[in-house]
C-alpha cells in the first residue's frame, strides 16, 4: 500500500512526498512555483502507462528509443472540475516498432496494467493514438 504526505509551505505551496521519499512541489496559483495538482494527475496517467509500454514492448524484444506521452484533459466548468474527457497522445520511437505491438501495448496498458487509468476511467472517458516516429539509421 502506497502513503503519501502533502505539506504545506505557504499560501498555496505544497509539497509532496511519495512513499518512496520522493517529492514534488505543487501549486494552485497560476505563476506559482510548482505544478497543478490537476495537471500531476494527467502525468500520473502518463507516466504509469508509460512504465507498462516501456516494459510490454521490451518482452516483445522492441525496445524503444523514444517515447513522449502528451496527455490533455476536459474538466467541468464548475467545481469540483472533474475531468470527463483524457486524451492521451503516444509518440514512439524504435527500430522495428510495428503497429500491431504499440497498439497492443497500448491496449494491455489501458485495460489491464495501469492503476491511474483504472481508477479515472469510473469518471472520465479516456482516448488514445500513437504515433511511431522514424528511426534515426
Given at each position: 500500500?502506497?502513503?503519501?504526505t502533502v505539506k504545506w509551505v505557504d499560501s498555496k505551496t505544497?509539497?509532496?512526498?511519495?512513499?518512496?521519499?520522493?517529492?514534488?512541489?505543487?501549486?494552485?496559483?497560476?505563476?506559482?512555483?510548482?505544478?497543478?495538482?490537476?495537471?500531476?494527475?494527467?502525468?500520473?496517467?502518463?507516466?504509469?502507462?508509460?512504465?507498462?509500454?516501456?516494459?510490454?514492448?521490451?518482452?516483445?524484444?522492441?525496445?524503444?528509443?523514444?517515447?513522449?506521452?502528451i496527455t490533455s484533459g476536459e474538466q467541468d466548468p464548475e467545481?469540483?472540475?472533474?475531468?470527463?474527457?483524457?486524451?492521451?497522445?503516444?509518440?514512439?520511437?524504435?527500430?522495428?516498432?510495428?503497429?500491431?505491438?504499440?497498439?497492443?501495448?497500448?491496449?494491455?496498458?489501458?485495460?489491464?496494467?495501469?492503476?491511474?487509468?483504472?481508477?479515472?476511467?469510473?469518471?472520465?472517458?479516456?482516448?488514445?493514438?500513437?504515433?511511431?516516429?522514424?528511426?534515426?539509421?
Open positions: 500500500m502506497g502513503t503519501t505544497f509539497v509532496g512526498i511519495d512513499s518512496t521519499q520522493h517529492s514534488v512541489v505543487l501549486s494552485s496559483i497560476a505563476d506559482g512555483i510548482g505544478m497543478k495538482p490537476s495537471d500531476m494527475l494527467l502525468i500520473a496517467l502518463a507516466s504509469c502507462t508509460a512504465v507498462d509500454v516501456i516494459d510490454i514492448l521490451a518482452k516483445k524484444r522492441m525496445p524503444l528509443e523514444s517515447l513522449e506521452i467545481p469540483p472540475w472533474t475531468f470527463r474527457k483524457i486524451h492521451v497522445k503516444y509518440r514512439l520511437g524504435g527500430a522495428g516498432l510495428t503497429e500491431k505491438a504499440v497498439a497492443q501495448a497500448i491496449e494491455l496498458s489501458e485495460q489491464k496494467y495501469c492503476s491511474v487509468t483504472a481508477t479515472v476511467r469510473g469518471a472520465a472517458q479516456v482516448t488514445t493514438e500513437y504515433e511511431i516516429l522514424p528511426t534515426s539509421n
